[in-house]
């Protein structure tokens, strides 16, 4: 596997696979990486010839107060990890090289509609930051096919209509959520958590799980179901930033009339913000 670091190196490199007939899948990551971008790999191999992976921490997608300087940063053992996937290329850009002009200038992709609410409400520009850098890294690798974990469900609903919407003729393949055996979703950010956090994770789990075996059960009462499932997270500690049942479809509130479901989760575990999300249909 060869790690590049500039676009130029990045294009001849794919260009020479294309020259051979390869398909290419495109896996982009933030690096850190666990079983879960390793499924995502696995997923492109199955699907095509030539696996490009990225990692960049991107810079446009946190908030100000956020994790940006922490984030956990592991290339070596990534590398490892890629290699044994697998994956055939990395692009590992810095800052310079995917923002050589700055950020302040830098042309914004922005989706409207799904971005709204959610962790769109309480991250205000994080849609747009993770937009623009996956229109510039689909723009720089040109794959065929592009993997992404359902764990960031918002996520790769913002990507499927940026990809409609700009017609890209690139295909999103989504990856159901990796778990751990108690039922946390595996998360780079899931290593800020202490052993007692670790310990009190899984309830986010086990809560949706409840709320859609109630739903499942003929609960219609939406507000009221959500206010005890943010009371369950309460009472173990956790702080709710939203638990919202919406339809999987297009993010709207779901109504009774709604029949494929999805209950979406943020919460706060001490510092550390967790997501995790739980699709079904009636
Ligand atoms: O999901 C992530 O790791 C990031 O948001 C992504 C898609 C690589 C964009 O920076």
């Known amino acids: ?41 696995e997923k492109a191999r199955q699907r095509a010839d030539f ?14 107060q956020e994790d940006l300087a922490s984030y956990p940063r592991t290339l070596t053992a990534d590398q490892e990890k890629l290699l044994g996937a697998g994956c055939h290329l990395l692009f ?3 800052v310079e090289e995917m923002y050589p002009h700055g950020m302040d200038g830098q042309t914004r992709v922005s989706v409207r509609g799904v971005s709204e609410g959610l ?24 794959p065929d ?26 295909q999103i393949v989504g990856e159901p959520t990796a778990r751990a055996e108690d039922g946390l979703a595996l998360s780079s950010r899931n290593g800020y ?18 709320l859609a075996e109630a739903i499942r059960g003929g609960e219609r009462d939406y507000p009221r179901l959500l206010e005890q499932g943010k009371s369950t997270l309460e009472a173990a500690g956790l702080r709710p930033d939203y638990l919202e049942v919406r339809d ?15 209950i979406l989760v943020a919460a706060f575990l001490g510092k550390t913000r967790l997501i995790d999300n739980l699709t079904f249909e009636l």
């Not at 469900?153 to 499927?160: D, E, G, K, W, Y």
């Not at 999987?248 to 999805?262: C, G, H, I, K, W």
């Open 51 to 64: 696996v490009v992976a990225s990692i960049f921490v991107n810079p446009l997608q946190f908030g100000p």
């Open 248 to 262: 999987s479809n297009d993010l709207r509130p779901a109504t009774e009339a709604t029949r494929q479901l999805v």
């Open 193 to 210: 958590l202490d052993e007692t956090q670790r310990a009190t994770a899984p309830v986010l789990y086990r809560t949706l799980t409840q």
């Open 119 to 142: 962790c769109g409400g309480s991250r205000p520009g994080h849609f747009d930051g993770v937009a623009t850098v996956v229109t510039k890294l689909f723009n720089m690798v040109q």
């Open 92 to 94: 590992h850009p810095d």
């Open 1 to 41: 596997m060869n790690t590049v670091k500039t676009v130029l190196d990045l294009r001849a490199a794919v260009a020479r696979a294309r020259s051979e007939g390869k398909r290419i899948a495109f896996v982009p990551t933030m690096g850190n990486l666990h079983a879960g971008h390793i499924a995502l790999v």
């Open 145 to 170: 096919i592009a993997v992404f974990g359902e764990k960031d469900f918002q996520q790769l609903a913002v990507i499927r209509t940026l990809v409609r919407d700009l017609n890209l003729p690139i």
